[in-house]
T-cell receptor, first 114, second 113 residues
């Protein structure tokens, strides 16, 4: 199916564990983004990628690692999860061009760190 | 750093009334301002955008107003319906580089029957 999909939908992990959130898009969009959304806050940018093998930090990158070996995938890894990383994580993609409505968001992954 | 924020965290209106959601921004260099709607359990969905060289843009039942003098953005929803219940975010970006979105806090809109 065409679109942007995130997995898993829900995840509970223990403090100190490594966890990877997956994001896959089928449009071959150049840009991909990871945001986190905390209760009472808007979305904050963690990392983004302009193309395969090109990634850059966003507003809140500490504690996260990303990679982009293929255009369609942009996994987000928490190397050693902390309770402060309990959040809802959204992946987004957009193609080239100045189209703000070109952003498409996934349905999110709700991560709980216990 | 630059930020986008909202005046009201919650808004409750009667079905059929008009809703106005406000947003203040601080980055005068932004090229676009965008409104997103987020329903429970879903990702943000694009509603309408406005370029920085405009002051008003209309869509279907929605109007966005931009006042650059006071750095204020608003979303007007006409004849609100139960399906309009959601959290609404304003966001901004520029046409340069990665065009990263900077989001405001969000306003929860509740429609009373």
């Amino acid at each position: 199916d065409a679109g942007i999909t995130q997995s898993p939908r829900y995840k509970i992990t223990e403090t100190g564990r490594q966890v990877t959130l997956m994001c896959h898009q089928t449009w071959s969009h150049s840009y991909m983004f990871w945001y986190r959304q905390d209760l009472g806050h808007g979305l904050r940018l963690i990392y983004y990628s302009a193309a395969a093998d090109i990634t850059d930090k966003g507003e809140v990158p500490d504690g996260y690692v990303v990679s982009r070996s293929k255009t369609e995938n942009f996994p987000l890894t928490l190397e050693s999860a902390t309770r402060s990383q309990t959040s809802v994580y959204f992946c987004a993609s957009r193609g080239q061009g100045a189209s703000p409505y070109g952003y498409t968001f996934g349905s999110g992954t709700r991560l709980t760190v216990v | 750093g630059e930020s986008v924020g909202l005046h009201l965290p919650t808004l409750s209106v009667q079905e059929g009334d008009n809703s106005i959601i406000n947003c203040a921004y601080s980055n005068s260099a932004s090229d676009y301002f965008i409104w997103y709607k987020q329903e429970s359990g879903k990702g943000p969905q694009f509603i309408i955008d406005i370029r920085s060289n405009m002051d008003k843009r209309q869509g279907q039942r929605v109007t966005v107003l931009l006042n650059k003098t006071v750095k204020h953005l608003s979303l007007q929803i006409a004849a609100t319906q139960p399906g309009d219940s959601a959290v609404y975010f304003c966001a901004e970006n520029t046409v340069e580089g990665a065009q990263k979105l900077v989001f405001g806090q969000g306003t929860r809109l509740t429609i009373n029957p």
